[in-house]
């Protein structure tokens, strides 16, 4: 199985920003999501997937890991010891 590169394509940060087009109105709007952006020298932004995982989250695009979802009843149980043991929550 072939690997997607660690970054976004050219294509792929066009197909995001799009109307936009240009280089410097690209990276303020990709900065502007939260996303940390890195310059590459021809002015164009240089993008990590997990970067844009990281802000975006990765439920966004369908693949939201089965843990996910918080533990209430773990939660629960931490609390009850704590009580137990004479520490306050």
Known sequence: MIQPPPYLTD?????MCEPLKQP??????LMGLGLKVVTK???RPLLLRTELDRVLGASRFGQ???HAA???????????ARRNNGTKA
Do not use: M
């Not at 410097?24 to 709007?29: G, M």
């Open 11 to 15: 294509s792929e940060v066009l197909a």
């Open 24 to 29: 410097a109105a690209l990276c303020r709007y």
């Open 41 to 43: 020298p021809n002015g």
């Open 64 to 66: 939201s890991p089965a």
């Open 70 to 80: 918080p533990n209430a009843e773990a939660l629960r149980a931490h609390l009850k």
